[in-house]
């Protein structure tokens, strides 16, 4: 049973354009949800974290927003640029970062000129 | 954010031995380390969770005895898979976390790509 469902599987947007990358959870006790972007042959670096007690968190050209009663959250890349083409996976877990995250199945942006 | 490194970040190796793979926290005191596995084009899936001191925690599926993990000081953790076969090739990628920080964020290492011939 997956318990975050990430979509779309892959995206394509125009440079300049706005990215947009949906998860939804069924677990409610979950209480913290990061957002992770990953290179081909690299590790994840996390790239933008949220809690449950806001509903939107914005750092440069990434917002996280978060709707707690659909049980869902999403990433809004402002701007894309070629640059930020690579595999976004949205996590959750209990109690932050000390309990394994959940993560979803990845999404393949691809920002072209 | 901290810094995790992984040792070797590629290994080859024959069929039957041993490989043991180094993650290490550089500038913070992991007090979690978590193991990955990452096939081509799929997600991360979780091997195991080992707190410094303690035995892992496995999850299901993933047998202890081939997949040794010692975390045995707060800096660095450690992965042996042993008698390795073709069908161990794979991404293998560690994460670390401390709980002394306020959201215990988990910070990736930058993988360890084995291939098994």
Not at chain 1, 26 to 33: I, P, S, W
Not at chain 1, 82 to 106: E, R, W
Request: charged share 15%.
């Amino acid at each position: 049973q997956q318990q975050v469902k990430q979509s779309p599987q892959s995206l394509i947007v125009q440079k300049g354009g706005i990215s947009i990358i949906n998860c939804a959870y069924e677990n409610t006790a979950f209480d913290y949800f990061p957002w992770y972007q990953q290179f081909p042959g690299k590790g994840p670096a996390l790239l933008i974290a949220i809690r449950p007690d806001v509903s939107e968190k914005k750092e440069g050209r990434f917002t996280i927003s978060f709707n707690k009663s659909a049980k869902q959250f999403s990433l809004h890349i402002m701007d894309s640029q070629p640059g930020d083409s690579a595999t976004y996976f949205c996590a959750a877990s209990i109690g932050g970062g000390n309990t394994p995250l959940v993560f979803g199945k990845g999404t393949r942006l691809s920002v072209i000129a | 954010g901290a810094v995790v490194s992984q040792h070797p970040s590629r290994v080859i190796c024959k069929s039957g031995t041993s490989v043991k793979i180094e993650c290490r926290s550089l500038d913070f005191q992991a007090t979690t380390m978590f193991w990955y596995r990452q096939f081509p084009k799929q997600s991360l899936m979780l091997m195991a969770t080992s707190n410094e001191g303690s035995k892992a925690t496995y999850e299901q599926g993933v047998e202890k005895d081939k997949f040794l993990i010692n975390h045995a000081s707060l800096t660095l953790s450690t992965l042996t898979v042993t008698s390795a076969h073709p069908e161990d090739s794979s991404f293998y990628i560690c994460s670390a976390t401390s709980s002394s920080w306020v959201y215990n964020e988990q910070f990736f290492g930058p993988g360890t790509r084995l291939t098994v011939l």
